[in-house]
């Protein structure tokens, strides 16, 4: 048995005060002077801890508050209340919404899962990745639990093509060429946001923590210095069409390089291939309407890795623009297995990758790795304000976070969306992550769902039409 993969977390303070959802409205008029004030019993100790931030010239007990409500049901003359905060109000958008933001801070901050001891109170239905609904019917052996280490629960995921079949002599030799692999312990690579500021800094932020990570960091091939070479072996290269030099130094060095879709991608591989034979080349692929047929011409032509991106929202680009990632991703990966390619070649998604649910949902979907950019980016504090796009100043310097205290966020962030993928795995009662690849008979898709079941129930006979009820 293979050792256990394990992440190292340690809390890491944020160097700006957080945005509470809710704001504290203390008035001080009219107090009764009570023996014993309800701000003493805080159990959280938010009125004893707070402060005045001069950043931000606010105070910092919206930040520190949990909103349990005991200070306000507590005080007999109800001088204590609580209100929304105007500036949580402003915080991300339809997709990336204030509760993604706010949970990925506290992960980044602690390495911790967030529990909400009062239970789930959202929507069970939604768009994209909310409207799968996966089989947690395995929930009920607490053997099968990763987590505490009673039963070992692999995350490992191969990069790289397989051989369809095997082939031996007389003398049971392989008579076929053995492609490269490259093992990665945590289905999730690290790839560079199209947004931010201080990308030097980031980019050695994300180089720090893939190496701790033992997984890959994506960038661009001339932001790559000579600061960023002793942690070559973990970061992945991408090239623009045309600018791949086959002379490049970086070649030799690298683990895995990326290059973006052209025409003549596959010869270009070749050519690579030929100075370079174990070296890993992705394709990375914006998911069109003709990315299914695009991945199969790839996997047929020899492509290791096909990386299918979308946008920040996890839609499609030009024609594609109303699909989602989620259904992008079953129609590669039915594709694939129709032409029987699918086992030939890894599969990684990204774009819109929020939440550690949406991991192991775009697995089941049929990706074997998923890639992430923004929540690095909020893993760091980052409000997604947008500030950086205008050219404005960013309201928590990105650009000055100490690359240490950066990386331990990230890693945090991970540590806790790995945790929760093992809680996934032992709930559907699968020891490793590959087997959850393509595993759609094990999650129900609300639109199927209602356009199999529900709607049949409530349409009419066919050729019928539906009669006015008569009123008397």
Not at 45 to 54: I, V
Not at 279 to 307: D, K
Not at 336 to 363: C, F, N, P, Y
Request: glycine letters at 8%.
């Amino acid at each position: 048995m293979p050792e256990k993969y394990h992440i190292h977390v340690k809390a890491v303070p944020p160097r700006f005060k957080a945005v509470g959802k809710g704001t504290v409205l203390d008035w001080g008029e009219g107090c009764l002077r009570c023996t014993r004030c309800v701000k003493e019993t805080c159990p959280y100790q938010a009125f004893r801890d707070r402060t005045f931030d001069n950043h931000d010239l606010s105070d910092t007990i919206d930040s520190l508050c949990k909103n349990c409500f005991r200070c306000v049901q507590g005080c007999p003359r109800e001088l204590i209340t609580k209100t929304v905060n105007p500036e949580y109000k402003l915080l991300g958008d339809a997709y990336w919404t204030k509760e993604i933001i706010s949970t990925t801070w506290y992960q980044a901050e602690t390495g911790r899962i967030p529990v909400s001891g009062a239970g789930y109170g959202g929507p069970f239905k939604g768009p994209g990745f909310d409207s799968i609904w996966t089989d947690m019917s395995e929930i009920v052996r607490p053997t099968r639990d990763g987590i505490h280490g009673r039963e070992y629960i692999s995350t490992t995921v191969d990069l790289g093509r397989k051989p369809l079949f095997l082939s031996f002599n007389a003398q049971g030799d392989l008579t076929m060429p053995v492609f490269p692999l490259m093992e990665l312990p945590l289905p999730i690579i690290l790839t560079e946001p199209g947004m931010g500021v201080g990308k030097n800094q980031f980019r050695l932020i994300m180089a720090m923590a893939a190496q701790s990570l033992d997984t890959l960091a994506v960038m661009p091939r001339e932001a790559i210095t000579l600061k960023l070479m002793p942690f070559m072996r973990h970061l992945m290269p991408q090239y623009s069409p045309g600018a791949l030099k086959l002379d490049d130094p970086l070649l030799e060095t690298a683990r895995a390089v990326e290059l973006w879709d052209h025409p003549d991608i596959t010869a270009e591989i070749d050519r690579l291939k030929v100075l370079y034979p174990s070296l890993l080349i992705s394709v990375i692929l914006p998911a069109t309407g003709q990315a299914p047929e695009r991945c199969e011409a790839l996997a047929g032509a020899g492509a290791e890795i096909i990386h299918l991106n979308t946008d920040n929202h996890a839609q499609g680009y030009d024609d594609a623009q109303e699909t989602h990632l989620k259904d992008l991703t079953r129609q590669v990966h039915l594709r694939l297995v129709q032409a029987i390619l699918r086992d030939a070649v890894t599969l990684v998604v990204s774009g819109g990758i929020a939440m550690a649910e949406h991991v192991a949902k775009a697995i089941i979907c049929g990706a074997d790795a998923v890639a992430v950019d923004l929540p690095l980016l909020l893993a760091l504090e980052c409000r997604l304000c947008s500030h950086c796009q205008d050219e404005d100043h960013c309201p928590v310097d990105l650009g000055k976070i100490n690359e240490r205290r950066g990386a331990q966020r990230v890693i945090n962030l991970m540590g806790a969306w790995n945790n929760q993928l093992l809680e996934v795995l032992g709930a559907m009662g699968l020891r490793e992550v590959r087997r959850l690849r393509g595993e759609m008979g094990r999650a129900m898709f609300f639109e199927d769902l209602e356009k199999e079941i529900f709607a049949p129930i409530f349409a009419g006979p066919p050729g019928s039409e539906l009669l006015e009820r008569d009123p008397n």
